[in-house]
């Protein structure tokens, strides 16, 4: 059985669904029954389910509310991804936790690899980088995945704004200075079973621990992301906005984002065999099933 902390997030349906699908047992458990604002329920499920491996997909992820709430981050960020890890050490088991492209600061100017230092620009990427940190050193068996711009057909995320945002004015600015590499769930989602898969075939080895970088292939920025969503969802009969590119500074946020976080997966690859689909496949196909749901 394997655990998942999360169970009603982007992430956690498309693996719920995908692993179901395959025949691939996962317990689902978010709160309250797996809260990380009381550690103690942690060890509860865990002890319930007896699992062979657990994948973390629960997170606080209100980027810019976490520059007023740090405590909360860490919580959910820090304190509770490290217990998860604590328990799978003492149980000898693996752990996959997801992380995220905001532990960089954007400045390198050429996509990050997982060695590259990190210098994370607000308190969401700084309480993600501080449960990286937590994992690898409560777990010997902890494979961190980060990702980047995820979206999917469910759950508040850039893509499905866009589609709301576009279908009530005819005129939207969207930030064109920022660069990165969009990721859908369900793609994610694959390839964290394919890691699950593997472990299962191979059993542990210790070239799989340590950092990943997992996300779409290929970049773009924010305003090409907008511009190819509204492409992909004229096929469904949508008139699309005039989509005008602007600034960073013209665009403010409570927290700031890194001006180019795109990632080299190419460790991923080298290890696992894995590669995630263009950005631009995972955009077509998450239209699609949002589309098919109206």
């Known amino acids: 059985m394997i655990l998942m902390a999360g169970a009603s997030g982007q992430l956690a349906v498309a693996l719920s669904d995908i692993a179901g699908s395959r025949g691939i047992a996962v317990r689902a458990v978010e709160r309250p029954a797996l809260d990380f604002d009381r550690l103690e329920s942690i060890g509860a499920v865990f002890a319930d389910v007896?699992?062979?491996?657990?994948?973390?997909?629960?997170?606080?992820?209100?980027?810019?509310?976490?520059e007023d709430d740090a405590a909360a981050a860490m919580r959910g960020n820090r304190d509770g991804p490290a217990e998860l890890a604590r328990l799978c050490e003492a149980a000898g088991i693996p752990l996959i936790h997801v992380s995220t492209d905001y532990v960089f600061d954007g400045a390198k100017g050429a996509p990050y690899v997982e060695t590259d230092r990190?210098?994370?620009?607000?308190?969401?990427?700084?309480?993600?980088l501080a449960g990286e940190q937590?994992?690898?050193?409560?777990?010997?068996?902890?494979?961190?995945?980060?990702?980047?711009?995820?979206?999917?057909?469910?759950?508040?995320?850039f893509v499905k704004t866009m589609l709301a945002a576009g279908q009530r004015n005819p005129t939207l600015r969207v930030v064109a200075d920022q660069r990165g590499c969009p990721t859908s769930a369900p793609d994610l989602a694959e390839a964290i079973l394919g890691i699950v898969e593997r472990l299962a075939a191979d059993g542990w080895r210790d070239c799989y621990a340590g950092i990943f970088h997992a996300a779409g292939t290929g970049e773009t920025?924010?305003?090409g992301l907008a511009t190819a969503t509204f492409e992909a969802a004229a096929r469904h009969g949508?008139?699309?906005?005039?989509?005008?590119?602007?600034?960073?500074?013209?665009?403010?946020?409570?927290?700031?984002?890194?001006?180019?976080?795109?990632?080299?997966?190419?460790?991923?690859?080298?290890?696992?065999?894995?590669?995630?689909?263009?950005?631009?496949?995972?955009?077509?196909?998450?239209?699609?099933?949002?589309?098919?749901?109206?």
Not at 50 to 66: G, H, I, S
Not at 118 to 124: K, L
């Open 50 to 66: 007896a699992p062979r491996l657990v994948v973390n997909a629960a997170a606080y992820t209100a980027v810019d509310a976490a």
């Open 118 to 128: 990190t210098s994370p620009q607000g308190v969401y990427g700084t309480s993600k």
């Open 134 to 157: 937590a994992v690898a050193a409560a777990c010997s068996r902890a494979t961190i995945l980060r990702t980047s711009w995820l979206y999917s057909p469910i759950g508040k995320n």
């Open 221 to 223: 920025t924010w305003h």
């Open 238 to 294: 949508m008139k699309p906005p005039i989509v005008e590119p602007v600034t960073t500074d013209q665009w403010p946020t409570r927290a700031k984002r890194p001006a180019d976080s795109r990632l080299d997966c190419t460790k991923l690859e080298a290890v696992f065999g894995l590669r995630l689909p263009p950005w631009l496949d995972g955009l077509a196909r998450t239209v699609d099933t949002i589309f098919s749901q109206v």
